[in-house]
Nanobody, 123 residues
Framework: QVQLVESGGGLVQAGESLRLSCAAS????????MGWFRQAPGKERMFVAA????????YYANSVKGRFTISRDNAKNMVSLQMNSLKPEDTAVYYC????????????????WGQGTQVTVSS
């Protein structure tokens, strides 16, 4: 089992930044691809970004490319999502995920989910 706990969500204005963090515990963190997904009200959960086990490969959804940056620290069992130039359409619950899928997989059939953290961007 891998336990994932997100933090860092909040309410910001358009154009501002937020940094989300995900702390992992349990099975060996470095064995897993780590990702971020988000779910807006009334919509399906969608892929945002993913990073390979060693950080060597990264993949972003087109909607966040150039604005969001995913990173991981295997020594601290942490993965982060730096979100810049936030837009109202980024408003969603953001979920941390762990799996062993290929870096470019956008499937929501992951092995482990966190509980989610709310990000609200006002216009």
């Amino acid at each position: 089992q891998v336990q994932l706990v997100e933090s860092g969500g909040g309410l910001v204005q358009a154009g501002e930044s937020l940094r989300l963090s995900c702390a992992a515990s349990g099975r060996t963190f470095s064995n897993y691809r780590m990702g971020w997904f988000r779910q807006a009200p009334g919509k399906e959960r969608m892929f945002v970004a993913a990073i390979s086990w060693n950080g060597g490969s990264i993949y972003y959804a087109n909607s966040v490319k150039g604005r969001f940056t995913i990173s991981r620290d295997n020594a601290k069992n942490m993965v982060s999502l730096q979100m810049n130039s936030l837009k109202p359409e980024d408003t969603a619950v953001y979920y941390c995920a762990a799996d062993r899928r290929p870096i470019g997989s956008v499937s929501t059939f992951v092995d482990y989910w966190g509980q989610g953290t709310q990000v609200t961007v006002s216009s």
